[in-house]
C-alpha cells in the first residue's frame, strides 16, 4: 500500500492494525510531498528531481543526489506507466548512472516513473505481473541513465562544452554536447593495476608525511615507496577502534540536550527504533516516544552537537534494519566513526596529519576501513625508478 501511494499522491492513504494506526497519508500535491510523508525528511534532502523525456518515452520523480545512497536497494521502486515492477534493465541503468559516484556497498535510492507506448511493454512475463520485459531495451537504458546524468548535471550546475578539435587555436568556438555523457562510466585509474593495493604491514616506523593533495589524500614516504592515505577512511579506521574500546569498557559520554530535540520517524524507523531502543542507549541515545510518530532526543553521545546527534540517530535507524544481532554493534560503530571522522576536501594541519598517519598503524586493519574500502595506494620504489627509468643505476 505503500507504494501505491506514490502512485496516487492526491488520495488518502491509512492502515490500522487493531487498534493501532500504522500510518495515515493524507491527500498531497505532489510526488515530492508523498516521499517526505512517507520517508521523511532527512531522506528527501538528499534526493534530486529527475525530469527528462527522449522519443516519445518519459521519465520523471527522484533519485539521490551524489555522494548520498544506502547499503541496500529497497528504495529502489521503478514503476512503468504507474506499475511498480522489477526488470533488470531499468535497475542496471540507475546503478551504472552512479559508478563511481558512491562509496563501495552504497546503492542509489531512486523514486522513478517511466511513461511509454503501451505496446513496447510486455506485462504478461510474470503471474502477478509484477515482472516486465521491453520489446527494445536498449533506448530505454539509454533514457534513464540520460535522465539521472542531466539531473546531476543540474544539481552541480555544470555546463559541458567541447571545442572542435579542428579548431584549437585563439578565438576558437565551443559546441555543446548532449550526447557524450558527461560522467564516463568506467574510466580506468591509473594507479588500478595488479600490485598496486597491497595489504599494508605493520612497521616498527611510521611512515613520513610528506603533506596533503587535493585536500583528500596525505602522502607519505617509507622506505618501501610512497603511499598515498585516504584521510577520511583512515580516521575512520582510527575511530572505529576507538569506539570499540570505549563501548568494551562501558564508558559513552554523554551530553544532555539543551532543550528536547523533537523528530518524526517514518513507519518503518519505528519499528526499528523498538527493536534496537536498548543497543541505542547502550551507546548514550535517549529518545522518548511523544504522540504518534514523534519523537523526543533528550540525551546523546557527547561527540557530535545536537542536529548532528539527529541526523546521526536516523542513520544509525537505516543501518541496523534488517542485521543480525551479532553484526549490530559493529555496523553502529562503523557509522559513528564514519559520521564523526575528518572529511574529503578538508584541510589538515601537518600535526594532524602526522598524528592521524601514526594512529592508523597501530591499528589492527591499517589497509581497510570498517566498510570495507581501501586506506591506502602504495606506489612501490622498484615501480618508481622503473618508470623515471633509473632501475638498474
Not at 537505516?318 to 553502529?332: A, F, N, Q, T
Amino acid at each position: 500500500m505503500t507504494f501505491v501511494s506514490l502512485v496516487h499522491p492526491q488520495k488518502r492513504f491509512s492502515l490500522t492494525h487493531g487498534k493501532r494506526q500504522i500510518f495515515d497519508y493524507p491527500p498531497v500535491k505532489s510526488l515530492r510531498e508523498r516521499i517526505f510523508q512517507v520517508f521523511g525528511k532527512s531522506l528527501l534532502e538528499n534526493l534530486m528531481e529527475v525530469d527528462h523525456e527522449e522519443e516519445g518515452r518519459r521519465i520523471n520523480g527522484y533519485a539521490s543526489a551524489p555522494p548520498s545512497g544506502r547499503r541496500d536497494r529497497t528504495h529502489q521502486l521503478l514503476f512503468v506507466n504507474k506499475r511498480l515492477v522489477k526488470d533488470r534493465t531499468l535497475q542496471a541503468a540507475v546503478n551504472q548512472a552512479y559508478r563511481g559516484f558512491l562509496e563501495k556497498d552504497q546503492y542509489p535510492e531512486a523514486f522513478l516513473f517511466l511513461f511509454c507506448p503501451y505496446e513496447e511493454v510486455d506485462v504478461n512475463v510474470h503471474p502477478a505481473k509484477a515482472e516486465i520485459r521491453f520489446k527494445d531495451s536498449r533506448p530505454v537504458f539509454q533514457l534513464v541513465l540520460h535522465s539521472i546524468e542531466k539531473a546531476m548535471l543540474k544539481q552541480q550546475g555544470i555546463k559541458e562544452v567541447y571545442p572542435f578539435r579542428e579548431e584549437l587555436k585563439s578565438g576558437a568556438r565551443v559546441e555543446e554536447r548532449r550526447d557524450k555523457p558527461a560522467f564516463p562510466a568506467d574510466v580506468k585509474k591509473p594507479l588500478e593495476r595488479e600490485g598496486l593495493f597491497p595489504r599494508v604491514e605493520e612497521k616498527k616506523r611510521s611512515p613520513r608525511v610528506l603533506g596533503q593533495y587535493l585536500d583528500m589524500y596525505i602522502i607519505a614516504s617509507t622506505d618501501e615507496g610512497i603511499l598515498i592515505i585516504d584521510q577520511h577512511n583512515a580516521h575512520e579506521r582510527v575511530l572505529f577502534e576507538k569506539y570499540q574500546e570505549i563501548d568494551r569498557k562501558k564508558k559513552w559520554p554523554q551530553k544532555l540536550a539543551l532543550f528536547p530535540v523533537l523528530f518524526e520517524l517514518s513507519p518503518s524507523q519505528v519499528l526499528s527504533f523498538e527493536e534496537n531502543q536498548s543497543l541505542l542507549e547502550e551507546i548514550g541515545f535517549r529518545v522518548e516516544a511523544m504522540s504518534g510518530r514523534s519523537y523526543s532526543l533528550k540525551e546523546f553521545p557527547d561527540l557530535f552537537e545536537e542536529m548532528e546527534a539527529r541526523e546521526i540517530l536516523f542513520s544509525l535507524l537505516e543501518e541496523v534494519k534488517g542485521e543480525k544481532i551479532e553484526d549490530k554493534k559493529k555496523r553502529v560503530m562503523a557509522t559513528l566513526a564514519c559520521k564523526t571522522a575528518v572529511k574529503a576536501g578538508q584541510v589538515l594541519p601537518f600535526e594532524k596529519m602526522n598524528y592521524l598517519v601514526e594512529e592508523l598503524f597501530k591499528t589492527s586493519n591499517a589497509s581497510l576501513c570498517p566498510h570495507g574500502r581501501p586506506i591506502v595506494v602504495k606506489i612501490g620504489r622498484k615501480e618508481i625508478e622503473r618508470g623515471l627509468k633509473r632501475d638498474g643505476n
